[in-house]
């Protein structure tokens, strides 16, 4: 897959040559900042009638700017910005939790699942809407009833009758449910086939006779955005199987892989925005005979929150240029899930210490970042999940004599 990305990528920049990616990025952090700073209160109220046209006139202006999709290929109506450039974007993108839907960036991963591996019927009808932003990509992997960190314990069950898949089961944590045409759902299909190979992913619109939006989710007090859902008996066409029978997992890593890059990329933007403006604060707030940019104990602050900025932001990029060559780089990228999300969640813990009682009121971001962040220490595999199966990989390279790990080799 990754060698497939390398090609398609270089593809993607035939006539490209020369583009300035460099301002691109900054128009893209002119726009977050100056464009969707002021609205993210009111953009929070994601179900509210202004949310929703305010992120319709955002996305507007970002398509009018050209700053929309940056990151798809060419030929499905994308910039096709070169990967380790994109990667970079993510950065400034991440620094608003509403930017990915407002410049287009949301959907990557599912058009280019849908791309690679839907049949061509649902590639035309759903392509270029999903691209356009017409509607929010939703995969449903989770599930209440099981530890889905295990996706081989999954439930859902789908059988093929006369050329219709039956799908039966219930998922949760499908993220923009509510707002997608069709959910991407990872059934088991096989019955008797090793688990690695006995799932598989089938396209589901969403006005499905038996699909239905159970409850909202909300996570730490956020709304609107992760939906509980129930399959019951739904039947769609044979077709809209994404790639062949059994595939499901091999499909779901495609994305997996430079999504958690991303995810990571995105991370340090927020934790730079909470860098920021803590420094800030701590300039501006007079205590016992200074400011608190003077005391040492602040200080402390500053420089652990630099050296974990700084240092996730040297391995994730990393990461990325392994990735980009079109190694799998599974260890580095393990690793950057798990220190990216703690990165996150320690840098604007400590900003909101600084910023004392108003850092828990909504008179800040702080707080709103504070409770996203929690989050990623969970969604995209918990970190328990990453810290195991990285151990595991590295400590069969010291097994029965092998030669070990070599530091040196990895990116
Ligand atoms: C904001 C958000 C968005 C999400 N979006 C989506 C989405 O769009 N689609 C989707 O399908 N899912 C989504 N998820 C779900 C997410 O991917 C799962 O929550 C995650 O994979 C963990 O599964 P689980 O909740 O069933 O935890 P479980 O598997 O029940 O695990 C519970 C805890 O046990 C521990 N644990 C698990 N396995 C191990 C192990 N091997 N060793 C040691 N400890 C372990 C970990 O601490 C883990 O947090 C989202 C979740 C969140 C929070």
Not at 56 to 85: I, N, Q, S, V, Y
Not at 110 to 133: C, F, N, Q, T
Request: glycine share 8%; net charge neutral.
């Amino acid at each position: 897959m990754l060698r497939e990305n390398q090609q398609e990528h270089d593809q993607e920049h035939d006539g490209c040559a020369g583009r300035d990616w460099d301002s691109v990025r900054a128009r893209v952090r002119q726009f977050v900042e100056q464009r969707i700073y002021p609205l993210e209160r009111e953009l929070d109220a994601s179900h509210a009638p202004d949310a929703k046209r305010l992120m319709a006139d955002l996305m507007l202006a970002a398509k009018r700017a050209d700053l929309w999709a940056l990151g798809h290929p060419r030929e499905l109506g994308g910039h096709g910005m070169p990967f380790m450039d994109y990667v970079r974007v993510n950065e400034v993108i991440g620094r608003s939790h509403h930017a990915m839907q407002a410049l287009g960036t949301l959907s990557l991963q599912d058009s280019l699942m849908l791309a690679r591996h839907g049949r061509p019927e649902w590639r035309e009808r759903y392509l270029k809407p999903i691209v356009d932003g017409e509607f929010v990509p939703s995969f449903a992997m989770t599930e209440p009833d099981v530890a889905s960190s295990d996706p081989t314990r999954l439930e859902t069950r789908a059988r093929l009758e006369d050329g219709v898949w039956v799908i039966s089961g219930r998922k949760w944590f499908t993220t923009g449910a509510a707002l997608a045409r069709y959910t991407t759902v990872m059934c088991r299909t096989e019955e008797d086939a090793p688990a690695h190979d006995a799932f598989s992913l089938i396209i589901v619109p969403t006005d499905a006779v038996g699909y239905r939006i159970v409850r909202d989710t909300p996570i730490l007090g956020i709304q609107g955005g992760h939906y509980e859902i129930e399959l019951l008996d739904v039947r769609v066409p044979e077709a809209n199987l994404l790639g062949p029978r059994g595939h499901g997992f091999r499909i779901a890593q495609q994305r997996l892989g430079p999504g958690r890059i991303f995810h990571c990329m995105r991370w340090l933007g927020q934790a730079q925005r909470a860098f920021e403006l803590m420094c800030r604060r701590l300039h501006e707030r007079v205590t016992s005979g200074g400011t608190l940019a003077g005391k040492q104990l602040m200080q402390g602050h500053v420089f652990e929150s630099a050296a974990q900025i700084h240092s996730c932001r040297l391995l994730t990029l990393s990461a990325a240029r392994a990735l980009d060559e079109g190694r799998e780089a599974r260890e580095e990228i393990g690793i950057i899930k798990v220190l990216g999300a703690r990165m996150l969640h320690d840098v604007i813990d400590r900003a909101i210490q600084v910023f004392g009682a108003m850092g828990l009121t909504a008179d800040t971001p702080l707080e709103l970042m504070y409770r996203h962040a929690r989050a990623a220490r969970i969604y995209d595999g918990p970190d328990e999940v990453h810290v195991q199966s990285v151990a595991k990989r590295l400590l069969s390279r010291h097994k029965d004599g092998a030669p070990g790990v070599d530091f040196a080799a990895l990116s």
